[in-house]
């Protein structure tokens, strides 16, 4: 256990359909990412979060996909009229500058992704 | 754009040593790190090179080479559960940010055999 949890970890929902996940960071990490995976494929970078400040967007990230991070700490993914390619782990991170030079990402469990 | 290569697959006895490339081209690197991420799980952090060189962590080593865009991960004496996909990933960010986001590779999948 990293200390990043996300919610639900499974999702099974038919196209169409709007879903939202929720990432809770480690407590006193400023930076929040999300990414998307696919079977047999690494992480790709969706978006990440400077406290509340959404500093980057993927282009692969379509106008149907919307993060928040209201007050700096916990995040939620919203994706809008489900596709069935939008099946995937969906990975939050957290990182701080804290930790020196390297400052690892902590990666939370995933929320499994199912579209119908 | 970024581009990160690792192979797809390495097969390997338990106790015996396996070494995992990966070349990347990319564009403001900043660090490359090293994942394993065991089938179901989230990515753990293994190592992270900045500097040209060998990294040891105990079992684990890793090596950067910025000039030729190259690094490994070496495992050695290895367990059975060492079996595990094991991501290489590139920070990208300006110089002075050291929190850059992650390109991951595709990640290369060690079987450990009895």
């Known amino acids: 256990d990293t200390g990043v949890s996300q919610d639900p970890r499974h999702k099974i929902t038919k196209r169409g359909q709007n879903v939202t996940f929720r990432c809770d960071p480690i407590?006193?990490?400023?930076?929040l990412y999300w990414y998307r995976q696919t079977l047999g494929q690494g992480p790709e970078f969706l978006t990440y979060?400077?406290?509340?400040?959404?500093?980057?967007k993927s282009r692969l990230l379509s106008d149907r996909f919307s993060a928040e991070r209201p007050k700096g700490s916990f995040s939620t993914l919203e994706i809008q009229r489900t596709e069935q390619g939008d099946s995937a782990m969906y990975l939050c991170?957290?990182?701080?500058?804290?930790?020196?030079?390297?400052?690892?990402?902590?990666f939370g469990p995933g929320t499994r992704l199912t579209v119908l | 754009g970024q581009n990160i290569d690792q192979p797809t697959e390495m097969t390997a006895t338990e106790g015996a040593i396996v070494q995992i490339n990966c070349t990347y081209q990319?564009?403001?690197?900043?660090?490359l790190f090293w994942y394993q991420q065991h089938a179901g799980e989230a990515p753990t952090f293994l190592s992270y090179?900045?500097?040209?060189g060998l990294e040891e962590k105990g079992r684990f080593s890793s090596f950067l080479s910025r000039s030729k865009g190259y690094s490994y991960l070496l495992l050695k004496e290895l367990q059975m559960k060492d079996s595990a996909s094991y991501l290489c990933?590139?920070?990208?960010?300006?110089?002075?940010?050291?929190?850059?986001?992650?390109?991951f590779g595709a990640g290369t999948q060690v079987v450990v055999t009895p």
């Open positions: 991170a957290s990182s701080t500058r804290d930790r020196g030079p390297h400052n690892e990402q902590f």
């Open positions: 407590s006193e990490h400023n930076r």
């Open positions: 979060f400077q406290n509340e400040a959404q500093l980057e």
């Open positions: 990319t564009s403001g690197f900043n660090g």
């Open positions: 090179n900045v500097l040209d």
């Open positions: 990933a590139v920070r990208v960010g300006r110089t002075t940010d050291s929190w850059g986001k992650f390109q």
